[in-house]
């Protein structure tokens, strides 16, 4: 896998992999909760959008099967296809990420374990808590920075 800037055709294959991502990791949602997210995703992954994003790329057919979103430091986006979870694609976006802002921040659901860890593994740590998501829905988010990575 190799990671590289995305393409403007890739918007619906974003947030296709975003879709089957929060399918896959986000179990404390409901289908209705998710699809009322996608207009949100569909935005926020548009050309122009808010986001600098990466791509996860195949080497064979250099398809997209994950991706990064930055806002400057901040890894506002992160999410694989469920397919090639745990084989070092997440890894790959931070290490990246790094090289190119230095030490990095992130928002991560409490109720999504195994995100924690990963950043955990990251090198990241709990800088604050809060008991709702940006819009006030009831999902603790974690503030985390690295701290040392």
């Known amino acids: 896998m190799h990671i590289r800037p995305v393409r403007p055709t890739e918007h619906d294959a974003l947030v296709d992999i975003w879709l089957r991502s929060v399918r896959a990791t986000h179990t404390f949602l409901t289908e209705p909760q998710i699809d009322a997210l996608i207009p949100d995703a569909g935005d926020a992954l548009?050309?122009?959008?808010?986001?600098?994003?990466?791509?996860?790329a195949e080497d064979v057919?250099?398809?997209?099967?994950?991706?990064?979103?930055l806002v400057g430091a901040d890894v506002s986006a992160l999410f694989l296809d469920p397919d090639v979870r745990r084989q070092g694609g997440g890894r790959a976006l931070i290490r990246h990420a790094e090289v190119?802002?230095?030490?990095?921040t992130v928002e991560v659901n409490e109720q999504n374990p195994d995100a924690v860890r990963f950043y955990e593994a990251m090198g990241f740590r709990m800088i604050e808590r809060t008991q709702t998501d940006g819009d006030g829905r009831p999902y603790p988010i974690l503030?985390?920075?690295q701290t040392g990575a």
């Open 61 to 69: 057919d250099d398809r997209a099967v994950g991706f990064m979103g």
């Open 100 to 104: 190119l802002r230095g030490p990095l």
């Open 46 to 56: 548009a050309p122009g959008g808010p986001l600098e994003l990466w791509i996860l």
């Open 143 to 145: 503030r985390m920075a």
